[in-house]
Structure formats: C-alpha cells, structure tokens
C-alpha cells in the first residue's frame, strides 16, 4: 500500500488526543501483530505487547488518554503514516461518527441538485435515500396540501413539499427544499418522476425539449418501475416505452391519459424501500459520470407474504420514436406525444 505523505505532515499530537479514522476495525494478530481495517487491512509488524493492546484500544473513540499521546507518540505516526487516523475536518468528531442511522451532516458530496416531483411517502423515501447518500441539495415538487396526523384534516398552507422537505431535513439538515416560485424547479441536475401510472405527460415533453436527465418511479397496485435513467437522445425515453406499450395494449394511451401524473401513487413499505436504493443508486451512478441507463427495474410485492422481489430488465429505444433524431426539436416531440395519447 502507498503511502500518503501529506497525511505524515499533517499529522497533530497536539491537544486532541488521536483516533483512527471512522469504521476502522483492530485485530490482534500474533508475534503481537496488529492488523487496522478490512477492506484495505494494514498490519502493523515489531510492536510490543503494550503497544500492540495499546492500538487495539484505539479502536474505541475516546480510548487515547494524553499519557497515551506521550507514551506512544511514535506508534501514532506510524498510524498516521498509513493514513489511519482521522484528522480534524475530514471526518466526524467522536459520538457523532455516521454508522449508517440517525442524521447526516448536510454537506452532500455531490455539488448536485436533484428535484423529485411528487413527495409522498415513497418521493420522500427517494429523497431521504438520496439526501444520505450525500446528493448536496433535494428539491420537492408537490403543492398538494399536506395531511395532517388525522387523515380528514389539512394544514392550512403546508403542502406535501414542505412535510416532504421538513422530514429529511430533520435527518440531513438543509438538504430538502421546496421547489422555487411556480412550484418548479430550477435546472436541476436531474429530475426523478414520481407518479402513479404515468406521468405528467406535459412535465416529459419540457425535460425532453430543454434536455433534462430524468428518471421515473411509476408505481401500481402491485409494485414500482424505476428506470430508464432518461439522457435526452442517449437512449430510450418515456415515449418509446410509451409507443411499445401501445403496441402491446390499443388502450394504454387513454389509461395513460387518465393517470397523467395525478393519481395517488401505492407502494407498501418494504417495496418503497427497495425502490428508494434503486432509484437513489441510478442518481448517483450518472452523477458519478455515468451515462443513459437503459435499464428498468421492477420492485414488486409477492403474493404469498414474503417481503418484495427486485428485478431488471434492458428497455430499448422505439424505432418510430424521434427522440433519438437531433434535428427534432422539443415541440416536435410534443406534437408526436399529442398523436400518441
Ligand atoms: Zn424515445
């Protein structure tokens, strides 16, 4: 393993007593042999029994006392030559290390704003998803009022956007916001769709002619399809699936028509949970750099009680589809989804 230098120069015995990085694991090997980590494990070799129950303690947060410091002080920069301790600002403080529950930090490592039309229960699901997984800012679509505890009453004035948002901010701070004036986000680096059905057929053809990333999570009775991550022109959009739908039943268009992104959407717990990490992972992945993914996964519940089954298949772009043809321009496109539904 190399190692980092920068890391050796910055290391700081100084006031605040050292701890290894986060999630950092501390076995004890023999010929009291010490070896730190899984993943990219490093052993610490020639270490003396003191030393080697010395590191072990490390393991635990707030172990390394100040006598520690000055009594292994050469042990610590040999930790801090690998690259094991955490330093000041590049990690949590002790007590508030992430173990994958409870809040975040806010600080999202994608500069990324992603805006979810829709904030029910499985929008919020997404947008949780995606605000943990460290998507900077999350904007929610959805000036439906919002239901109080009781069912029958609303708050006056509070959408769904605004529970939406208030909820995941009370698990990352300032990660969630209410989309801007016009209840419309604002070139967001990609739109994720929830709908039941199908979607605002109007909201498609404006991410279509404006060349807005999106993805759909499109929800019925009996589970949810996410996907394909649409690149305007890089690969098969919601019209092509739209078309080969209509080949396949004359009387989608009208079905179509009649969901039109309005419609409550349905998912049962278990199956909003698959379907946030997978619609949070194909987020990621084309923030990450990646490209349209034509894939389409299927989250689905079993009918015999067990908990929901995953799949995924590869959808293709429709021959007689034009959103591949980069002479089309957005309204044609409009006109061609105005022939189809
Ligand atoms: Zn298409």
Redesign the pocket.
């Known amino acids: 393993m190399s190692i980092p230098r920068t890391r050796a120069a910055a290391a700081n015995l100084g006031s605040v007593p050292p701890r290894l990085r986060d999630g950092l694991a501390v076995f004890a090997l023999d010929g009291n042999r010490v070896r730190i980590g899984l993943a990219d494990p490093v052993v610490l070799e020639g270490l003396s029994s003191e030393e080697a129950a010395f590191v072990a303690r490390l393991e635990e947060a707030s172990a390394c006392t100040s006598a520690d410091v000055a009594r292994y002080e050469h042990v610590i920069r040999r930790l801090d030559l690998h690259g094991l301790l955490a330093h000041r600002g590049t990690s949590s403080p002790p007590g508030t290390a992430s173990s994958g529950e409870g809040t975040g930090t806010g600080t999202g490592t994608w500069h990324a704003t992603v805006c979810v039309v829709g904030a029910d229960d499985l929008a919020m699901a997404i947008g949780l998803c995606l605000a943990q997984a460290g998507v900077r800012r999350i904007e929610f679509e959805d000036a439906k009022p919002a239901a109080a505890a009781t069912p029958v009453t609303m708050v006056a004035g509070v959408t769904r956007a605004h529970r939406a948002a208030r909820a995941i901010n009370g698990w990352v701070p300032h990660a969630a916001h209410v989309a801007g004036a016009g209840s419309s986000c604002r070139s967001p680096d990609v739109t994720v769709i929830v709908a039941s059905g199908s979607p605002d057929l109007a909201l498609v053809s404006d991410l279509m002619a404006a060349d807005q990333p999106h993805l759909p999570v499109i929800t019925d009775e009996r589970g949810v399809t996410v996907g394909p991550f649409v690149i305007p022109g890089a690969g098969?959009?919601l019209?092509?699936l739209g078309i080969s739908r209509t080949e396949a039943d004359a009387d989608w268009p009208l079905v179509a028509l009649q969901c039109n992104g309005s419609r409550p959407t349905h998912a049962s717990a278990a199956v909003r949970a698959l379907t946030a990490g997978v619609a949070c992972d194909s987020v990621v992945r084309f923030l990450d750099g990646g490209g349209s993914d034509a894939r389409q996964w299927r989250a689905e519940s079993r009918t015999n009680g067990d908990g929901p089954r995953l799949t995924e298949r590869v959808v293709r772009?429709?021959p007689s589809?034009r959103?591949?043809n980069p002479l089309v321009r957005g309204d044609d496109l409009e006109d061609q989804q105005a022939i189809l539904f």
């Open positions: 098969p959009c019209t092509c772009t429709h589809c959103c591949s």
